[in-house]
Structures are given as C-alpha cells and as structure tokens.
C-alpha cells in the first residue's frame, strides 16, 4: 500500500467517512501538492507509526499545536482525537499542559477552539 493510501486509509478512521472526502477537498483547492503531502506524509507516514497509540498521538499534536498557535489543524486534531478515544477531561489535561510551558494565552485560545469545535459537532454552531 503506497504511503498515500495509507494516509487516507488513517485520516478516513480518524475524521470519519461522512468528513473524509471534504477535507481531502479543502486540502486539494488550497494546493494539490500539499494535499498529496499532508495524506502522504502525515497521514500515510506519522499517523500509521507504532510506538503510541492514536489517542497518544492525537493529545501530543493538540499540545504542539495549541502551543504555536495553529488553528485549523488545532480544530482538526480536536475532531481526531474525539474520534480517537480521547476524553473531554484528557484534552483539558493536555491544555493544561499547554498553560504551564506555552503560556496561559495559547491554552486559553486553544479552550476557544475546542469549545467552537464542540459546538460544532453537537449541531449549536
């Protein structure tokens, strides 16, 4: 299986079937280069790793992008991790985490995120 189809194998599993094809979409309008990439490299490369689990994963990259500020992927993981097992109370952890040595700002921004993500995904927003 090519590195490609492994990613969108993963990233289907993660952001659920009904997602799948419109993010693949929105990766291809900005550059289909960068989408080919991010399924490749991310997904078919990263996501696929053994070593830590999908839950793991998914709270250590809501961590790094909380941290730097990166806001759509933020939002994405936050999906992905939901979808990965991980508890509401395990991603305030992470957040936390994110408070102490990223600054309270980056956590509190991050809380903004995750609560416009839930509401999203509940039908409120």
């Known amino acids: 299986m090519s590195d490609y189809d492994a990613g969108y194998q993963q990233f289907r599993q993660m952001v659920g079937e009904d997602k799948i094809d419109p993010l693949i979409q929105r990766f291809k309008s900005v550059c289909p280069d960068f989408e080919t990439e991010v399924v490749s490299v991310v997904g078919g490369r ?3 790793r053994k070593g830590i689990d999908l839950k793991t ?29 991980a508890a509401l109370s395990e ?28 509401d999203e995904q509940s039908g409120a927003g």
Request: neutral net charge.
């Open 57 to 85: 994963r998914s709270l250590c990259s809501i961590c790094v992008l909380a941290a730097t500020g990166r806001q759509n992927a933020l939002k994405l993981n936050f999906q992905m991790a939901l979808n990965n097992g």
């Open 91 to 118: 991603i305030f952890e992470a957040i936390m985490q994110v408070a102490v040595y990223a600054g309270y700002p980056a956590a509190w921004d991050a809380l903004v995120m995750l609560e416009q993500t839930l």
């Open 46 to 48: 990263t996501w696929t």
